[in-house]
T-cell receptor
Framework: DAMVIQNPRYQVTQFGKPVTLSCSQT?????MYWYQQKSSQAPKLLFH???????NEADTPDNFQSRRPNTSFCFLDIRSPGLGDAAMYLC??????????????FGPGTRLTVL | KNQVEQSPQSLIILEGKNCTLQ??????????LRWYKQDTGRGPVSLTI?????NTKSNGRYTATLDADTKQSSLHITASQLSDSASYIC???????????FGAGTTVTVRA
């Protein structure tokens, strides 16, 4: 089945220790998103890639970076995690055409704990 | 600023009963509205999508309604089951923007 896969599902890191979260997709979608979702809150968009073009949200901290080496994979790097970065991180994909962005398909998420 | 507000924040219902969740939005110009179901510890899964011209859309026991004039939507769950326990998120897309506006969700707990 075509899907969005996130690894690991649970990640524990220490305060200030860099961590990388992974997302892969078999949908061959050209748009990939990273969201941060804290408990009982709506997902918050951090950034997205439209093909190879990186689009950062204005309020995304510099601590968060992303890489997309190819269509299938996208990584979220947190350079120096703080306690406030503990959250669920959701990856989503969509097929965009011109200015049209279609349905987003979400992965299962990675739960990040910062000790 | 585009906003999506959902109510109630949470609700508890007995198995077999019906419930209705509300979503009000200010997103304009409006493109479409989706209801997502998010199980605990999982990513959201789309239940329904409605565009401006659609008033109602069903997916099994889930029925969504849309009033684009008043910018209100509802999600009705019929004959609830234990597996319906989840967070239900209303998501609205701006016609001119790639971004989605998410509601904070309604947490539904179905008890036997």
């Amino acid at each position: 089945d075509a899907m969005v896969i996130q690894n690991p599902r649970y990640q524990v890191t220490q305060f200030g220790k860099p961590v990388t979260l992974s997302c892969s997709q078999t949908l061959n979608h050209n748009v990939m998103y990273w969201y941060q979702q804290k408990s009982s809150q709506a997902p918050k968009l951090l950034f997205h890639y439209y093909d190879k073009d990186f689009n950062n949200e204005a309020d995304t901290p510099d601590n968060f970076q992303s890489r997309r080496p190819n269509t299938s994979f996208c990584f979220l790097d947190i350079r120096s995690p703080g306690l406030g970065d503990a959250a669920m991180y959701l990856c989503a994909t969509a097929q965009g055409g011109g200015t049209d962005y279609n349905e987003q398909f979400f992965g299962p998420g990675t739960r990040l704990t910062v000790l | 600023k585009n906003q999506v507000e959902q109510s109630p924040q949470s609700l508890i219902i007995l198995e077999g009963k019906n419930c209705t969740l509300q979503c009000n939005y200010t997103v304009s110009p409006f493109s479409n509205l989706r209801w997502y179901k998010q199980d605990t510890g999982r990513g959201p899964v789309s239940l329904t999508i409605m565009t401006f011209s659609e008033n109602t859309k069903s997916n099994g026991r889930y029925t969504a309604t849309l009033d684009a004039d008043t910018k209100q939507s509802s999600l009705h769950i019929t004959a609830s089951q234990l597996s319906d326990s989840a967070s239900y998120i209303c998501v609205v897309r701006d016609f001119n923007d790639y971004k989605l506006s998410f509601g904070a969700g309604t947490t539904v707990t179905v008890r036997a």
